[in-house]
């Protein structure tokens, strides 16, 4: 059972910063929160990796004002993952990916929010500590009794103006991640429960940190 769960952490967690780097190299427009780390590599310096980390301790505390719980310090394992993935792909795997034409770089964006959406639904039903930024939409969810993919959205939202105001690559992508992650995840979410069902003979719901 243990293994089964591992392997959806870490497969989720992996396709999630696939996902993520290829919506940043389309260059049209990052998502709200991978706008901001950017921005903030750009501006400041370090790697996109770093800052997905130093912003996920931000948002963990605010995880835990929305819950009025302890910070979920776990998760900070979790966030740490996900830095590493996302650099070991923009600084490794795709360091020479390079897009020419918008619709080329359209198609991309796409296929990164399928992927980054398809991979936190995957990595969701591990159970394990979440992303601060995943746990901020359960965290809205349970807070205001809204459906995974409002809540969702509400958060992407956020981190849109929070990149506005540092400078991050916003653009016409930006938009249509803010919008089109929280509906793509609702959408893969029941199919990923379903399939680790199968696994373990009974319902496993996502805890919450």
């Not at 590493?84 to 619709?103: P, S, Y």
């Not at 039903?125 to 509400?154: E, V």
């Amino acid at each position: 059972m243990i293994t089964r769960r591992i392997l959806f952490f870490c497969v989720g967690l992996f396709v999630l910063a696939l996902g993520i780097s290829l919506m940043i190299i389309a260059d049209i427009g990052a998502g709200a929160w991978d706008a901001l780390n950017v921005g903030l590599s750009e501006t400041i310096g370090l790697t996109v990796g770093n800052w997905v980390i130093i912003v996920g301790i931000f948002v963990m505390l605010l995880n835990a004002l929305l819950l009025k719980e302890r910070p979920a310090y776990l998760s900070i394992g979790t966030i740490i993952l996900i830095g590493f993935f996302i650099d070991f792909w923009l600084l490794i795997a795709l360091d020479e990916m390079n897009l020419e034409g918008f619709v080329v770089k359209a198609i991309v964006l796409l296929g990164g929010l399928v992927i980054a959406s398809l991979g936190i639904a995957i990595y969701l039903q591990a159970k394990f500590p979440l992303s601060p930024l995943d746990n901020l939409m359960l965290a809205i969810s349970k807070r205001f009794k809204l459906r995974f993919g409002i809540s969702k959205t509400i958060g992407e939202a956020t981190g849109l103006v929070l990149a506005l105001l540092f400078g991050g690559p916003i653009g016409i992508g930006t938009l249509v991640v803010t919008f089109g992650i929280g509906p793509i995840i609702q959408f893969f979410y029941p199919h990923c429960e379903r399939l680790m069902e199968k696994g373990f003979g009974s319902k496993i719901k996502p805890k919450i940190n």
